[in-house]
């Protein structure tokens, strides 16, 4: 492992001016991604810029017909939230299936989003969920966000503050995991809303995506039966020794059933 210099600013802005012009630098917030990597010397920052002193960022609130979650929330404190229950069950049920104890103590929604790994569960909530992630400077809708592997539409010093989530009427999420890791082989979220229905999927692709003949299919019938006959093509798939595209596929269809029956 390389040497770095460690800084932990006390305001958003000075966590910012940290990593401008300096091509090297990284945000570090729970570590349970970026660190694995700095040890095996996969990365190599010069810089690495703590959030833990941005306090301001470790709040979930209720706001009108959305619940906001701050970029330092943990993945124990969404699963634990009685907020985040009340509002929306499923997403704290996602939260409560990532990792392991460890993980969930430290890793945080703000780091899942901008480490944007393929396998992760928080693609698909934030997709079907139809939210809006929230920065030092702009807010960007959930649908912009996942530009590729390990890829989002952030620029290299911007910061992820919170995490809109409009309250659906139903939510839920369905993950045939890693068995060890409990990364998503698949994953997917259905949200049932005033709107209409979105379904996405994790796990399964090279980044998170929505799947519209099954969200067409569910607004007109909200059952499971209605997915009969709906399948995802293999064809971009991933394909590894935990699942081939096509077994992927067949794991698209199961977890949404599933999703669908869950929000009942
Ligand atoms: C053993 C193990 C099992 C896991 N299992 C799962 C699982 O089942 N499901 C799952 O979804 N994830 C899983 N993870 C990943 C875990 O959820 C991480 O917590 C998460 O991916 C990264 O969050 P972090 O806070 O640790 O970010 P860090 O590791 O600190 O940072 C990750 C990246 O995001 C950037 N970053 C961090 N915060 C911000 C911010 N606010 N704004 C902009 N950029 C930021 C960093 O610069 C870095 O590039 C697992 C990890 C491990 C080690």
Redesign the pocket.
Known sequence: MKGFDFHRPASIADAVALLKGKEGA???????????VVKLDLAQPSDLVS?AGLSDLRSIRVDGDKVVVG?LVT?DEVNRSPEMRAKIKGLAELAGG???AQ?RN???I???L??A?PA???PAAVLALGATIATDRRRIAADDFFTGLFETA?ARD???TAVHFPVPQAAAYAKY?HRA????VVGVMVARTAGGVRVAVTGAGPKAFRVPAMEKALAARFAAAALDGIAVPPDDLNSDSEASAEYRAHLVGVMARRAVQACS
């Not at 945000?27 to 660190?35: I, M, N, P």
């Not at 890791?181 to 998503?184: G, I, P, T």
């Open positions: 990284k945000f570090l917030a729970g570590g349970q991604s970026l660190l694995p959030l970029a993945h990532i990792g392991d993980v430290r890793g945080t703000g780091g899942s901008a480490h790994d992760a569960d928080y952030l911007e910061l992820i995991g890791s409990k990364y998503a």
